[in-house]
């Protein structure tokens, strides 16, 4: 997408992840991360191949992770998604998503989305120097993570509140695998997907 000639430039935040599946802490963030920063977006960006988490545990083929977080996002103002690393082969780097967004569409203000847990890992990202120089990012609290945000010299960090909601991917899969309901969990589209998919049996 490319700007309006003139006009300001667009502010939007890219909230990544492996979504698998994505659940209604996931969609709370966005909302309100949008709102409280005056966003003009928050793309949620599955993650093609998650290095961090190979060989954790097996993980949803990418496209479907895509057709579940494009169910979950729609019908949601401002809130939407990108398939750039779904799309992209290779390990999933979040600097390689930024550059690429910056290339396509100069001056773009861009904001990452983490969760606090994800946020003390920030220095373990690739080339996290480069990334951190070109975003702000915006650190939500998550419960039973490290509270609050790590300092890292040079990075512009904002805290931004949202409610403590103790959901997590892992519990969606476990309850599913134990033959219980999900439903207000995540939205009924992708629970629809789930059990029409067969998944996380
Ligand atoms: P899993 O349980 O499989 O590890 P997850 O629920 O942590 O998955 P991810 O897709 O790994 O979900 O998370 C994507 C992003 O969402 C991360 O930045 C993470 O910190 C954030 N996030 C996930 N759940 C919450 C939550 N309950 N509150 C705040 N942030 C969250």
Known sequence: MTSVTGG??????????TFDPPHIAHLVVAVDVRHRLGLDEVLLVPNGDPWQKRGTRPITPARTRLALVEAAVAGI??????????????????????????????????????????????????????LLALVTVAVVDRPGASAGIPTIEGAR?????????????????????????????????????????????
């Open 157 to 201: 960090l904002v805290p931004v509140e949202v409610p403590a909601l103790e959901v997590s991917s892992t519990d969606l899969r476990h309850r599913v695998a134990a033959g219980a309901p999900i439903d207000a969990l995540t939205p009924p589209a992708v629970v629809d997907l789930v059990r029409d998919r067969g998944l996380y049996r």
């Open 77 to 130: 103002p401002g809130v939407g998604v990108s398939a750039v690393e779904v799309d992209r082969p290779g390990a999933s780097y979040t600097i390689d998503t930024v550059e690429a967004m910056l290339a396509d569409e100069p001056g773009l203000d861009l904001v990452l989305v983490v969760g606090s847990d994800a946020a003390h890992g920030l220095t373990t990202w690739e080339r996290h120097g480069d």
């Open 8 to 17: 300001a430039p667009r502010r939007v935040g890219l909230f990544g992840g």
